[in-house]
């Protein structure tokens, strides 16, 4: 166990469904994160938020929608995907979102669109 | 360009070998780099940082070459578990990370 817990771990969902990938760190860091890892690609952040405040938004789509209610915990809101959507989303977290900071990734959770 | 740049591989190697990944990056400013290591259907995981005078850990070595903007990685003495990806990550601009899109190690007995 890494300290920061992602459910569910695995997601198939037609495009028109609404669903949450949550994400949990118990860790006291101050800073949380979404990335996207498709295959054979970098990861991709997709947002970013330090003390519950959104710093980051890296052009994600408005179909993929974060929310951060305390600094433990991180949900993404998805709604009327498409198949490319499909990848691994890593949730992270960090001390602080200063780029010299470690971060500490879940296990992630694989999304299927079909 | 790629903001980090690495060779994909796969590098295939047997055990008890040396190799040596290195991964290029495009900002001259950059402040932080970093190693992950990434294992099949998992998470990635920091496994050291690199420094400017460059460092060691055991087996693992990391080396920082700012003229010519590239961090290296070598592993001595491979161990099937060594088997993975191994992610580049660098810090650009406001501190953001960017990470490589990996080096595959496959390490044959």
């Known amino acids: 166990e890494t300290g920061v817990t992602q459910t569910p771990r695995h997601l198939v969902m037609g495009m028109t469904n609404k669903k949450s990938l949550k994400c949990e760190q118990h860790l006291g860091h101050n800073a949380m994160y979404w990335y996207k890892q498709s295959a054979k690609k970098p990861l991709e952040l997709m947002f970013v938020y330090n003390f519950k405040e959104q710093t980051e938004n890296n052009s994600v789509p408005s179909r993929f929608s974060p929310e951060c209610p305390n600094s433990s915990h991180l949900f993404l809101h998805l709604h009327t995907l498409q198949p490319e959507d499909s990848a691994l989303y890593l949730c992270a977290s960090s001390q602080s979102s200063s780029g010299a900071n470690v971060l500490t990734f879940g296990a992630g959770s694989r999304l299927t669109v079909l | 360009r790629k903001e980090v740049e690495q060779d994909p591989g796969p590098f295939n190697v047997p055990e008890g070998a040396t190799v040596a990944f290195n991964c290029t990056y495009s900002?001259?400013?950059?402040?932080?780099f970093f190693w992950y290591r990434q294992d099949c259907r998992k998470e990635p995981k920091l496994l050291m940082s690199v420094y400017s005078s460059g460092n060691e850990d055991g087996r693992f070595t990391a080396q920082l070459n700012r003229a010519s903007q590239y961090i290296s990685l070598l592993i001595r003495d491979s161990k099937l578990s060594d088997s993975a990806t191994y992610l580049c990550?660098?810090?650009?601009?406001?501190?953001?990370?960017?990470f490589g899109a990996g080096t595959i190690l496959r390490v044959k007995s």
């Open positions: 900002n001259s400013a950059s402040q932080s």
């Open positions: 990550v660098v810090t650009l601009y406001g501190n953001k990370l960017v």
